[in-house]
């Protein structure tokens, strides 16, 4: 499996026609998927296995975790980060990987 290491990657999806199949989803982050909800519905897709592989960082995924998950709301996780490419689903946009 090649590896997408263009960390400025980050995929907006917001038509569930775009939805990814969990091949296209493996494909895009470079591995193994990891799915996380966010608060408001929308779905973040990351490597499973990123920070472990050294993937670098993504600094509009990060962004976008850290104001959604801020430190007066969560006790922890709020200083996370998120590397290598990311797809984010937004709520409206869900449907293969809703849970």
Request: net charge negative; charged share 30%; proline share 5%.
């Amino acid at each position: 499996m090649e590896l997408n290491t263009k960390a400025s990657e980050f995929k907006i999806i917001e038509d569930s026609k775009d939805e990814p199949d969990l091949k296209a989803a493996q494909k895009f982050v470079g591995g193994y998927v990891e799915g996380i909800t966010f608060p408001n519905g929308d779905y973040l897709i990351i490597n499973e296995e990123g920070k472990l592989m050294n993937l670098p960082l993504n600094p509009e995924a990060t962004a976008l975790w850290r104001a959604t998950f801020t430190k007066d709301k969560y006790a922890f996780g709020y200083d996370d980060f998120v590397v290598g490419p990311a797809i984010l689903i937004k709520a409206k946009a869900l449907k293969r990987w809703a849970a």
